[in-house]
Antibody
Framework: QVQLQESGPGLVKPSETLSLTCTVSGGSISSYHWSWIRQPPGKGLEWIGHIYYRGSTNNNPSLESRVTTSLDTSKNQFSLKLSSVTAADTAVYYC????????????WGQGTLVTVSS | SSELTQPPSVSVSPGQTASITCSGDKLGDRYTCWYQQKPGQSPVLVTYEDSKRPSGIPERFSGSNSGNTATLTISGTQAVDEADYYCQAWDSSTVFFGGGTKLTVL
């Protein structure tokens, strides 16, 4: 059974970089593709981006200039960096496994709340 | 446009059939999937590739997709089905979510 766990600071200052890591257990990250999704408090889901098992990425055009995702196969982890954050980036951030051909997200982490505030 | 439109809320009586729609331009030309999210929990995939069900999802959940509309149908709705539901599709390797529908069972 695949399990995902997000980790990282729960509080980030405006203009700084948000950094999160997703640790995968029960399967190798080298065999699948992976995504980041966020959900502002009381609002809907927003796709951030995904990283394919070979390391190429696709990101939400609205966040493209600020998003970096990467894989660490030695630790079975993948990570998200979101630069120049503002209060609008306050959200629960989820990592998930991506399956093709329909880009469905079949396993999700529990989510981690990141608040942007000084 | 790849915008997906869902009704904000749907109400259904226990035991009845609930239908939640997701509209988008030529949506039927792309695969669509659906997620269920209960308060304080992560989303759970309930249908994929328009009409398939992951293992462990009850048979009362079914999906369809044609023209500009995808539909999630819950037959014999139970109180435990009360949740937010999101449709999802993709275009040019970009993922899109609908705005979500709150299903109330009353």
């Amino acid at each position: 059974q695949v399990q995902l766990q997000e980790s990282g600071p729960g509080l980030v200052k405006p203009s700084e970089t948000l950094s999160l890591t997703c640790t995968v257990s029960g399967g190798s990250i080298s065999s699948y593709h992976w995504s980041w999704i966020r959900q502002p408090p009381g609002k809907g889901l927003e796709w951030i981006g995904h990283i394919y098992y070979r390391g190429s990425t696709n990101n939400n055009p609205s966040l493209e200039s600020r998003v970096t995702t990467s894989l660490d196969t030695s630790k079975n982890q993948f990570s998200l960096k979101l630069s120049s954050v503002t209060a609008a980036d306050t959200a629960v951030y989820y990592c998930a496994r991506l399956q093709l051909p329909d880009f469905r997200l079949d396993y999700w982490g529990q989510g981690t709340l990141v608040t942007v505030s000084s | 446009s790849s915008e997906l439109t869902q009704p904000p809320s749907v109400s259904v009586s226990p035991g009845q059939t609930a239908s939640i729609t997701c509209s988008g331009d030529k949506l039927g030309d792309r695969y669509t999937c659906w997620y269920q999210q209960k308060p304080g929990q992560s989303p759970v995939l309930v249908t994929y590739e328009d009409s398939k069900r992951p293992s462990g999802i009850p048979e009362r959940f079914s999906g369809s997709n044609s023209g500009n509309t995808a539909t999630l149908t819950i037959s014999g709705t139970q109180a435990v089905d009360e949740a937010d539901y999101y449709c999802q599709a993709w275009d040019s390797s970009t993922v899109f979510f609908g705005g979500g529908t709150k299903l109330t069972v009353l």
